[in-house]
């Protein structure tokens, strides 16, 4: 029974889609959505500071809306037994340190077997200052 009534609802949005056609251009573009919708509602100088950091591991999730990278396994071909998964969460619209947060993950290969280990504080701090002085860089080269 989903389906009829699915298919009522595309043919009920189709016609009231059709029905608009005849409006002259002036009430269309009143009827457009702000501007302000489209944007996303994070510090976009984090955001793409946050994505030219992680640029060198692939990426498996991105939220503009939701201010969230996540990474997938990267290893370093120096050191193919250790791996990190890294999660960026952009916290705010304002370019402030608080606004950041990396979370990190980190296993090394045992006897064929992935293990979690912990991550250095210190890795995970020098990313979020990485991605804060990129950040502050490219609002000084915008800005001016």
Avoid at 5 to 17: G, K
Avoid at 39 to 62: C, E
Avoid at 125 to 130: C, H, S
Wanted: a positive charge.
């Amino acid at each position: 029974m989903a389906r009829p009534l699915s298919f009522a609802l595309a043919l009920t949005l189709a016609a009231v889609t059709l029905a608009g056609c005849g409006h002259k251009k002036e009430n269309v573009k009143a009827e457009l959505a702000p501007p302000r919708i489209t944007t996303i509602g994070i510090n976009s100088y984090l955001w793409r500071a946050a994505l030219d950091t992680l640029s060198f591991m692939p990426i498996a999730q991105v939220d503009s809306n939701g201010g969230v990278i996540v990474t997938d396994w990267y290893a370093n071909p120096a050191l193919p037994t250790d791996r990190m998964k890294v999660t960026v969460t952009i916290l705010d619209q304002d370019l402030r340190a608080d606004a950041v947060r990396v979370a990190a993950q980190r296993q090394v290969l045992q006897g064929g077997q992935w293990v979690d280990t912990p991550v250095q504080a210190a890795t995970v701090q020098k990313l979020e200052d990485i991605i804060l002085s990129k950040a502050r860089d490219l609002r000084r080269g915008t800005a001016g």
